[in-house]
T-cell receptor, first 111, second 116 residues
Framework: KQEVTQIPAALSVPEGENLVLNCSFTDSAIYNLQWFRQDPGKGLTSLLLIQSSQREQTSGRLNASLDKSSGRSTLYIAASQPGDSATYLCAVRESGSRLTFGEGTQLTVNP | KAGVTQTPRYLIKTRGQQVTLSCSPISGHRSVSWYQQTPGQGLQFLFE???????NKGNFPGRFSGRQFSNSRSEMNVSTLELGDSALYLCASSPTRTSGGGETQYFGPGTRLLVL
């Protein structure tokens, strides 16, 4: 059974800092890994998707890497801003459209 | 293109009642999945529908059921509600089920269900 773990559970940083969020998964037989952002009480916004054959994806200040063999992914956020404050979730896609999620990292960026 | 829509957005029910939630996927998307999000259990997969057929099911009791219509809209039903069913219910859509892993799943805003 696939298990996804995210570290740390919570993170508080000053504005402008670069930061790394970690995600690990137990079964490397995945189609892809997605990083999502969730604001309080809201749905999920997809940030980046990395296919199993890829090593990294970039979008603006975000960079996500994937090491499938070791079951790890990282989300790098450059020059953090208060608007980045949210919960960040990683999810792996296995069979069909089923996603298995981690518990999330709650990020607070202080002005 | 309009995003994934879910109705209603908020719902209050009492124990023992039943509830039906609706999800309209992005136009052209044929796969719809449902998830339950609670503070204690996080996001858990309920089921997936594609071409009006349930393709995958999570570890939830039979009180949770769903269906998909020919226009890809989906409904989920929870019968005999329990206090523990209070949660944010999210649906997600994607064009197909499998395509080599390159498809993003898009989530709706969710329906927040409170069971009293």
């Amino acid at each position: 059974k696939q298990e996804v773990t995210q570290i740390p559970a919570a993170l508080s940083v000053p504005e402008g800092e670069n930061l790394v969020l970690n995600c690990s998964f137990t079964d490397s037989a995945i189609y892809n890994l997605q990083w999502f952002r969730q604001d309080p009480g809201k749905g999920l916004t997809s940030l980046l998707l990395i296919q199993s054959s890829q090593r990294e994806q970039t979008s603006g200040r975000l960079n996500a890497s994937l090491d499938k063999s070791s079951g790890r992914s990282t989300l790098y956020i450059a020059a953090s801003q208060p608007g980045d404050s949210a919960t960040y979730l990683c999810a792996v896609r296995e069979s069909g459209s089923r996603l298995t999620f981690g518990e999330g990292t709650q990020l607070t960026v202080n002005p | 293109k309009a995003g994934v829509t879910q109705t209603p957005r908020y719902l209050i029910k009492t124990r023992g009642q039943q509830v039906t939630l609706s999800c309209s996927p992005i136009s052209g998307h044929r796969s719809v999945s449902w998830y339950q999000q609670t503070p204690g259990q996080g996001l858990q997969f309920l089921f997936e529908y594609f071409s009006e057929t349930q393709r995958n099911k999570g570890n939830f009791p039979g009180r949770f059921s769903g269906r998909q219509f020919s226009n890809s809209r989906s409904e989920m039903n929870v019968s005999t509600l329990e206090l523990g069913d209070s949660a944010l219910y999210l649906c997600a859509s994607s064009p197909t089920r499998t395509s080599g892993g390159g498809e993003t799943q898009y989530f709706g805003p969710g329906t927040r269900l409170l069971v009293l």
